[in-house]
């Protein structure tokens, strides 16, 4: 492991998720020793990526990442070299996603790094990482408690039932993802559970490279542009990542990616902060952020505090790698989701399709050289399709708790539900 505010090396004791003895926030990273990387079996799934996955096992029922080249939007859009990375549900194009969300590859890869299931893992969640991870613990049999916004509840659907050893806890109506974490952090302060980490912990940055592991191991090189829609940025970091790794693997180019992530308006705190060239993220008032998020489409972009000041987080790789935040509505994202199956055959969600969007805008705005290698990440998609295809039924919250709830209620819920 190292530090990326100072470059300190250290064993990981398992679960590290900072920099021991470092005071300033930062973010660690995974060392591999393995320079290249070497692609095994579809068959692994996720963990065919396994050289640069800090893992312990591999776990049943994964799917990697599949991506191939563009030829209906690309030719809408006039491009030669758009490549799309798709995670979700798509059995023709190799992607077998259950819960049609690229958190999937999160999932595996904490899942993976966990080293007992004596604790109960928590994760707290806007939606898609809580169906991923709620699938994957289930199948696998890992304990788990996750924490998301009664307003989200319709994420969670699953195509067979959930067992026992996974519950779900929410944070009332009108609340929003901050408020989910913090409630999560409250379970994190009792004895037996452990908290997942969010982007401190490698394993669910390198699980999200895997779409960048995909996209180069597929193309043959590093592409010049890579398109995604972000809530906290952990994925865009995580391309940063793997790309860093790229240049040091030595086959594929030396270059950086840009960086083009999105967001969905009005909710846009990264924007903000990014347009006024500030590391750290302006104030924006809890009520505000509330309203904001209630009245955007992509629920799963809504976080209030991503990754983005930390060394290493998001500000850093943009500043690194280049690139610009963007902006979609709600309307340009339907617009775009659209397009796509038109253009491409398969639904995608709210999300992905603000990614999209801001593709079009570039494109048509002739912000993009027609030959530039793109790789636009398509990080959920197929859940229509799915759910014609297989009957889904849906998971139900075991207590839903006042936004703000105190400890020892917390506590008594918790013991009844472990």
């Not at 669910?204 to 592991?213: E, Q, S």
């Not at 983005?308 to 987080?313: M, N, Q, R």
Request: a negative charge; aromatic letters at 8%.
């Amino acid at each position: 492991m190292e530090s990326v505010k100072t470059g300190k090396r250290f064993e990981d004791e398992g679960w590290t998720l900072d920099a021991p003895g470092e005071s300033d926030p930062s973010l660690i990273r995974a060392i591999y020793e393995n320079k290249q990387l070497e692609v095994k079996d579809n068959s692994l799934g996720i963990y065919k990526f396994s050289d640069w996955l800090p893992i312990r096992k591999t776990l049943e029922g994964s799917s990697a990442p599949a991506t191939y080249k563009s030829e209906g939007l690309a030719k809408y859009l006039g491009l030669n070299n758009l490549y799309i990375t798709f995670s979700g549900y798509w059995p023709e194009k190799g992607a077998n996603f259950r819960t049609c969300s690229f958190k999937e590859t999160e999932a595996y890869a904490v899942s993976g790094r966990l080293n007992s299931t004596d604790q109960v893992l928590v994760v707290a969640s806007a939606g898609n990482t809580a169906r991923a991870f709620a699938r994957v613990c289930s199948d696998n049999n890992i304990p788990l408690l996750l924490s998301v916004p009664e307003d989200n509840l319709s994420a969670l659907w699953f195509d067979e039932p959930i067992k026992d050893n996974v519950r779900l806890i929410a944070t009332k109506s009108g609340s929003d993802y901050f408020d989910a974490i913090h409630l999560s952090n409250l379970a994190c302060a009792l004895d037996g559970f452990v908290a997942e980490g969010g982007a401190k912990n490698v394993a669910r940055r390198d699980g999200m490279g895997t779409t960048v592991l995909s996209a180069v191991s597929e193309i043959g090189q590093i592409p010049d542009y890579y398109f995604q829609a972000v809530g906290s940025g952990t994925g865009a970091i995580a391309a940063w990542e793997a790309n860093l790794r790229f240049i040091e693997d030595g086959r594929y180019g030396q270059n950086k990616m840009k960086l083009m992530v999105s967001q969905n308006a009005p909710f846009l705190p990264i924007h903000d902060a990014w347009k006024a060239d500030s590391r750290a993220m302006l104030p924006l008032e809890d009520e505000l952020a509330r309203k904001q998020v209630e009245e955007i489409d992509a629920k799963v972009l809504s976080n209030r505090k991503p990754p983005y000041p930390i060394a290493g987080g998001l500000f850093d790789a943009m500043k690194d790698a280049g690139g610009d935040v963007l902006v979609a509505s709600n309307e340009e994202a339907l617009e775009a989701a659209k397009l796509f199956l038109e253009t491409e055959g398969n639904d995608i969600h709210p999300a992905a399709a603000v990614a999209v969007a801001t593709l079009v805008k570039q494109a048509q705005e002739g912000k993009l050289d027609k030959d530039a290698c793109i790789m636009l990440n398509i990080t959920g998609g197929g859940e229509e399709r799915i759910k014609r295809e297989k009957e889904v039924i849906y998971l139900k919250p075991s207590h839903v708790f006042d936004i703000d709830p105190d400890m020892e209620t917390v506590r008594e819920v918790l013991e009844k539900l472990f």
